[in-house]
């Protein structure tokens, strides 16, 4: 016997992936606050019954939007990484690729990275099933700061996060468990620079910056490496 999907089943994928598409693009004119359902059968042209087979609320396609965006600009920034790696890159410009390749997927799909980094959607709670796909950004910049610390390209701080670390299990199984002081708050540290990629990029992509910066993805690129030094890695900056 053949292996391999019906028609029928490659139909019901291929109807989900336009409804998918029709709702990415009404993500820029409505936002996702208006999304709807009749909203996506109407500008999608697809029946009222076919959307709603493949989600049978607002919410079921909210979260099938949200586990893309996340996936696809982690499958990105991996990318990005993977070839810094195979160029025999050091940890500091790994991280500047990675950086260079979410912003550019941010800028490439803005309305996707503001349903998963913008202002939360009127009553829609996130379900457990978009944590696995978040979670691959940080898995990213966790996996270079861990090869920075075994390759001894670490700078010991100044200063120590006082008294015990501050995080969650699951946080330091992400990372590998606690490191060793001098970096024993690593972790810490690594949210630090997490959370500040993100913050900047909601600055250039909601233009934040642009009446005060004359050459954004310049400043961009230095912004990466002065939010490093709190890890104390050195990021090279230029072409």
């Not at 982690?74 to 950086?99: H, I, N, Q, S, Y």
């Not at 606690?178 to 949210?191: F, H, Q, S, T």
């Amino acid at each position: 016997m053949e292996s391999g999907t019906s028609p029928a089943a490659d139909e019901t994928v291929g109807a989900t992936a336009a409804i998918k598409d029709t709702a990415r693009r009404l993500l820029g004119t409505l936002g996702a606050g208006q999304l709807s359902l009749d909203a996506v059968a109407e500008a999608g042209g697809h029946s009222r019954t076919a959307v709603e087979a493949a989600f049978p609320h607002r919410d079921d396609l909210l979260t099938a939007l949200v586990i893309d965006a996340y996936n696809a600009s982690a499958a990105a920034m991996e990318e990005a990484d993977r070839a810094a790696v195979d160029a025999g890159a050091p940890a500091g410009a790994r991280l500047l690729a990675v950086a260079r390749a979410l912003r550019q997927w941010s800028f490439d799909h803005t309305p996707e990275f503001t349903l998963i980094y913008g202002s939360p959607v009127p009553g829609y709670q996130a379900p457990q099933d978009t944590v696995p796909p978040a979670s691959r950004t940080p898995a990213v910049l966790a996996g270079i700061v861990r090869a920075a610390l075994e390759a001894g390209e670490l700078t010991p701080p100044r200063r120590a996060v006082p008294g015990p670390p501050l995080l969650r299990p699951e946080a330091l199984a992400l990372f590998g468990g606690v490191p060793e002081a001098p970096y024993a708050d690593l972790v810490e540290r690594g949210i630090v620079l997490w959370s500040g990629l993100i913050g900047l990029l909601v600055f250039q992509v909601f233009s934040r910056t642009h009446d005060s910066v004359s050459d954004e993805r310049t400043f961009f690129d230095f912004a990466v490496a002065v939010t490093a030094e709190s890890i104390g890695l050195e990021v090279p900056t230029g072409p």
